[in-house]
């Protein structure tokens, strides 16, 4: 039997952890410590705003590996690798390509909420979401 890429199981995975009915959604998450930095390592369900744009989900995995953090935010079909991506405190900081140029995302992470900017040319971007350990 032939195996699935990750790139084609991954949205089916990401559909799958987050169709879950409201009354599963409603559970309290576990608190993460961010003591070090592989503790912000899972999947994330961000939500940007502006003024003068629609509110927008995507989606953001971060991964520790051998060189260090690393990511993705995911936007239905379209991949955006986070760049230098790393911690100041409880501040995750990375760089991203967007179609506008490039943007810099700038998230605090806490057990119950995730919240920040991303700033790509003038426009800053509100940033709010969750954690999926």
Do not use: C, W
Request: zero cysteines; aromatic letters at 6%.
């Amino acid at each position: 039997m032939r195996s699935l890429p990750v790139r084609l199981l991954l949205p089916v995975l990401l559909f799958a952890s987050f169709a879950a009915p409201s009354s599963a959604r409603a559970l309290p998450l576990p608190a993460i410590s961010l003591d070090a930095p592989s503790a912000a390592v899972g999947i994330y369900r961000l939500t940007l705003t502006a003024k003068n744009r629609a509110p927008k989900t995507l989606h953001m995995i971060l991964r520790d590996t051998d060189q260090g953090l690393s990511g993705v935010l995911l936007d239905g079909p379209k991949e955006f690798t986070l760049l230098n991506a790393r911690f100041d405190g409880h501040v995750f900081l990375a760089t991203i390509m967007t179609s506008e140029g490039a943007g810099e995302l700038s998230l605090t992470l806490s057990p119950e909420i995730v919240s920040g900017t991303l700033n790509v040319g003038r426009d800053a971007l509100a940033v709010v979401g969750e954690h999926f350990p």
